[in-house]
C-alpha cells in the first residue's frame, strides 16, 4: 500500500522582484518521513519551508499539505503546520513559562504540559525569568519547546542547528526522533547536512530555487 503523501507540491515557484527564489519545483513528502532540504545560502531553503507554511503565497504552481491547498485553505494548512524559523516570535517581556501558556490559551488547551516540555529542553530553572533575558541558544530552545506544545501533524524547521552548542544538537536530534516516532512529517532545512542525513528518510538539494538531486525514498522532479 503506497504511503499517504503529506506534502506535495508542483511546478512550485516564487520571486523576489525580480529574482526567482524557487522555480519549477515539485516534491512529494511521506506521512510520517523525515526530509532534509539542503543546499547553499540563497537556494531557496527558507523560501520551500514558508510557502509550505503559509507564511507566503506561492507565484506559479501548487502545493497541497495535508491535502489542503495552501493558497485556498490556508487555516486548514495552519491547524495542521509549525514553523520554526529564522525569528523566534517571543515576547521578550513574558517569562519563558508566560510564553508557552500563550500557545496553549490561544490552542484551547489545558496548560499542564507547559513544565513538562520547559523540562525537556533543559529550561525548567528559567520558567519564570522573562525572555529578554535569555542568551540565542536559550531562545531556540524555548522556540522548541512550543512546537512540541503544539503538537503539530507537519513540523517545518528552519536551520533548527542554529545558535546552538553540541547538547543542543544533541536535543535536536532527540526532538526529530520523538517527533517521527509520533507519526509527524518532519521537513528540515539545514547546513549539517552529515548530521541530518543519518536522521533523513529523503534528501532534496536546492540550487538556485531549482531542485538539484535527490536520495533516498523522497520523490522530486
Known amino acids: ?18 529574482r526567482w527564489a524557487l522555480s519549477d519545483v515539485s516534491v512529494r513528502v511521506a506521512a510520517g518521513s523525515v526530509l532534509m532540504v539542503a543546499g547553499r545560502n540563497g537556494s531557496g531553503k527558507s523560501t520551500l519551508l514558508r510557502v509550505i507554511a503559509t507564511a507566503i503565497r506561492p507565484d506559479l504552481g501548487r502545493v497541497l499539505v495535508g491535502g489542503f491547498d ?33 500557545v496553549t490559551d490561544h490552542l484551547g488547551r489545558g496548560r499542564e504540559s507547559i513544565d513538562r516540555v520547559l523540562d525537556r529542553v533543559s529550561l525548567a530553572s528559567r520558567a519564570n525569568d522573562p525572555v ?27 536551520e533548527p542547528y542554529g545558535q546552538l552548542d553540541p547538547e543542543g544538537f544533541a536535543l535536536v536530534d532527540q526532538v526529530v526522533h520523538e517527533l517521527k516516532a509520533r507519526g509527524v512529517t518532519v521537513v528540515m532545512a539545514t547546513h549539517q547536512v552529515e548530521r541530518v542525513a543519518t536522521l533523513a528518510d529523503a534528501v532534496i ?6 531542485v538539484q538531486s535527490t536520495a533516498r525514498g523522497t520523490t522530486a522532479c
Open 205 to 210: 538539494v536546492l540550487e538556485a530555487g531549482k
Open 132 to 158: 529578554q533575558t535569555f542568551s540565542a541558544g536559550m531562545r531556540k530552545r524555548l522556540s522548541f519547546a512550543r512546537v512540541l506544545l503544539q503538537e503539530p501533524q507537519i513540523a517545518l524547521l528552519d
Open 1 to 18: 500500500m503506497p504511503p499517504t503523501i503529506a506534502i506535495e507540491a508542483e511546478k512550485l515557484a516564487r520571486r523576489y522582484g525580480r
Open 70 to 102: 495552501v493558497v485556498r485553505e490556508r487555516e486548514d494548512v495552519r491547524r495542521l503546520t509549525v514553523l520554526l524559523g529564522h525569528q523566534s516570535y517571543l515576547y521578550e517581556s513574558l517569562t519563558a513559562r508566560e510564553n508557552l501558556r500563550v
